[in-house]
């Protein structure tokens, strides 16, 4: 089979192309990419930076899965604090998507956290914000009758009352249990228990949503990549183009754009149609990569410009250096997860050791 995919790989060589030497590239950077100097902010400010992560192990009967967040603040100093747990999942098609739910809670609360326990002036989120809220309701199973009939103030009061007390780890399992919210099947390996808990999960991560967004002069959010077009409209991303056809310092046009109409929100679905975000393309440091900026409010270039030199005056090699510091310790690696399994005693066979006999 390999000989005859590499015969292909030849005779196929060059097919997926590049952008034409016949494109007209200067006048597609007109008016939408200056070069410039970025220069550092003077300003006194304190600022923090979040990411979060994890990982899984497949056994035959289970998954091993450790989900993370970290932030790290400075304010002169470098601090941190975390939030993180271990669960075991059993095997639904929709695991990536939980994790990364369980995930994005995480980071929400370490924000949360930094930003009213350490009163920093501004949060940098590894990510996008306005992608999370496109994209806020769940997509891997399908929402379970009885939670569609709760789906009401009742429970978002009950959401608000126990994370205005408890403002780290998951709270809605306790929620789930004590309103008796899932009805189970009678097959005894149905997988319904994840499907409430996909979009208890997303409820309680709009919420944090939207609580952050309260504060929403104090966030910053960057991406590496971005699958965005909309500067460009070309059918590759514009931070690709960007990072292919520009090299200097510089920053882009500056858009605004609202969460879609269609996007839909079980709660504070006005609050979030309202938003205006302010999105935007920079390079920080002559040929390394472009970032991608959201700002959730309006922002002139004036206010565009002052929080680009405050992100640089903290920034390595192109890149915010506690963005990238919060990256590097909240990573779970493979050998995290055995050290994991070894201290928490769990052995089972994996499916990978059942084909090695």
């Not at 998954?63 to 790290?72: H, R, T």
């Not at 126990?162 to 189970?184: A, C, T, Y």
Request: proline fraction near 3%.
């Amino acid at each position: 089979m390999l000989n005859s995919l590499y015969e292909k790989a030849i005779a196929k060589r060059g097919f997926i192309q590049d952008i034409g030497s016949e494109t007209d590239v200067e006048s597609q950077l007109e008016y939408k990419w200056f070069n410039r100097d970025i220069g550092e902010s003077s300003d006194d400010f304190s600022i923090a930076a979040g990411d979060g992560s994890f990982n899984k192990k497949k056994f035959l009967t289970t998954n091993f899965c450790a989900v993370g967040a970290e932030s790290i603040i400075y304010d002169g100093e470098i601090k941190k604090i975390d939030d993180s747990d271990i669960f075991d999942i059993s095997h639904i098609s929709f695991l990536d998507e939980l994790l990364g739910s369980y995930m994005a809670i995480y980071e929400l609360k370490c924000a949360l956290r930094a930003i009213k326990d350490y009163d920093v002036d501004y949060y940098m989120f590894d990510g996008s914000i306005l992608g999370d809220l496109q994209n806020a309701f769940p997509r891997g199973a399908k929402l379970p009758d009885k939670l569609r009939e709760n789906m009401d103030d009742s429970l978002l009061n009950e959401f608000e009352r126990r994370l205005n007390q408890r403002h780290f780890g998951l709270v809605f399992p306790d929620i789930r249990d004590s309103l008796k919210l899932v009805e189970m099947p009678k097959r005894e390996n149905s997988n319904k228990i994840e499907e409430y808990n996909l979009h208890l999960a997303a409820v309680e991560k709009i919420i944090l949503l939207k609580e952050l967004l309260t504060y929403k002069g104090k966030m910053i959010s960057i991406s590496k990549t971005s699958s965005d077009n909309e500067l460009f409209k070309w059918n590759i991303p514009d931070i690709s183009f960007l990072d292919k056809f520009t090299k200097k310092q510089g920053i882009s046009k500056i858009e605004y754009r609202r969460v879609f109409k269609k996007a839909p929100f079980p709660f504070y679905n006005d609050f979030f149609k309202q938003l205006k975000f302010t999105v935007f393309y920079v390079r920080l440091q002559d040929n390394k990569n472009v970032l991608k900026v959201e700002l959730p409010y309006k922002a002139s270039k004036k206010e565009v410009f002052e929080i680009v030199k405050k992100i640089n005056v903290l920034s390595v090699q192109g890149y915010p250096y506690l963005l990238n510091k919060a990256h590097n310790d909240v990573v779970i690696t493979d050998r995290n997860m055995k050290e994991l399994m070894k201290i928490a005693k769990i052995y089972e066979t994996t499916n990978r050791e059942v084909m090695s006999w």
